[in-house]
């Protein structure tokens, strides 16, 4: 059993929780991610490492309530139980000393991007974070980024707080101003799309974090499927870092839309079930 210790509202729809693991917490590292499960019957999901404390033996997760599971998790509150966490899974981010590196972050990504970019700043790079949202209400953790960035620009759609307008923007900017080494980007397939498109014309190594479907994440059941270079990876023991420039982020969408139906009515059912109850 991995109990919660603490929970934080960060908007609306987006939660942190701060979960007992002291062997996952020792091993982990930037761009790695757990896989969890809240009870005997429920589904496992993968949720990417924002922090994490060997001392005190805790991981700290942030997701949003999308579908079935993560609503439920959000019910869960601090002294509640999960069944399983797994990890760390995946590769870890390839931090060096690159020079100039921009961190891109977009919506609850930003959780993920806040490790990169710590573990870069740490590594002697320069780092200027990216960070997007739709509008002022959905910002989070604006101080965090701020901690381990040497430059913070924050973006939201509707101009309603930071910079009006997408981090692409802000980005292409940034590229035609001066010289970069890397680029490194996670959040909605269509930004990580873009954040790719506009470093190949400016000639920038750029790394990506998918966010595939996933479900055992060892490799085995495939689901994590995604074509990198023309070449079938699995996101789950290959990544979930990959060349942006390589990935095939058409393809990825597409897969991302499979279960759309399927998960709308599983969370249907469930807000019934829950509706009964109470």
Same mark, same amino acid.
């Not at 942030?62 to 399983?84: I, P, S, W």
């Not at 690159?98 to 590196?101: L, Q, S, T």
């Not at 920038?204 to 974090?209: E, L």
């Given at each position: 059993m991995f109990r919660i210790?603490?929970?934080?509202?960060?908007?609306?729809?987006?939660?942190?929780?701060?979960?007992?693991?002291?062997?996952?917490?020792?091993?982990?590292?930037?761009?790695?991610?757990v896989i969890l499960r809240l009870h005997e019957k429920g589904e496992?999901?993968? !949720?990417?490492?924002?922090?994490?404390d060997p001392e005190k033996g805790t991981i700290t997760l942030?997701?949003?309530?999308?579908?079935?599971?993560?609503?439920?998790?959000?019910?869960?509150?601090?002294?509640?139980? !999960?069944?399983?966490v797994v990890g760390p899974l995946g590769k870890p981010t390839e931090i060096e000393r690159?020079?100039?590196?921009i961190v891109v972050g977009g919506g609850v990504g930003v959780a993920i991007a806040y490790a990169v970019a710590k573990a870069m700043?740490?590594?002697?790079?320069?780092?200027?974070?990216?960070?997007?949202?739709?509008?002022?209400?959905? #910002?989070? !953790?604006?101080?965090?980024?701020?901690?381990?960035?040497?430059?913070?620009?924050?973006?939201? +759609?509707?101009?309603?707080?930071?910079?009006?307008?997408?981090?692409t923007e802000a980005l292409k900017d940034l590229l035609d101003e001066r010289r970069y080494d890397l680029v490194f980007a996670v959040g909605p397939v269509i930004m990580m799309k873009f954040v790719s498109k506009i470093t190949a014309e400016h000639g #920038?190594?750029?790394?990506?974090?998918l966010n595939?479907?996933? #479900? +055992?994440?060892?490799?085995?059941?495939?689901?994590?499927? #995604?074509?990198?270079?023309?070449?079938?990876?699995?996101?789950?023991? +290959?990544?979930?870092?990959?060349?942006?420039?390589?990935? +095939?982020?058409?393809e990825l969408m597409r897969r991302l839309s499979m279960y759309v139906e399927e998960e709308k009515l599983a969370l249907e059912r469930y807000l019934r079930n829950r509706e009964v109850k109470a």
């Open positions: 210790v603490r929970k934080e509202t960060l908007s609306e729809k987006i939660k942190l929780i701060e979960i007992e693991a002291p062997l996952i917490a020792r091993k982990a590292k930037a761009g790695q991610f496992r999901i993968p !949720l990417t490492l924002h922090k994490w942030v997701f949003q309530e999308v579908g079935k599971t993560t609503t439920e998790l959000g019910t869960y509150e601090a002294g509640d139980v !999960l069944a399983d690159y020079g100039k590196v700043k740490k590594a002697g790079n320069h780092v200027t974070s990216i960070i997007g949202f739709r509008s002022k209400d959905l #910002v989070m !953790l604006e101080d965090d980024m701020r901690e381990v960035s040497h430059e913070l620009i924050v973006c939201t +759609d509707d101009g309603s707080y930071g910079r009006k307008g997408f981090v #920038v190594k750029t790394i990506v974090s595939p479907i996933m #479900v +055992d994440g060892t490799g085995m059941c495939g689901a994590c499927r #995604v074509t990198v270079g023309g070449e079938v990876k699995f996101a789950c023991v +290959d990544g979930p870092d990959f060349d942006g420039h390589q990935v +095939d982020y058409d």
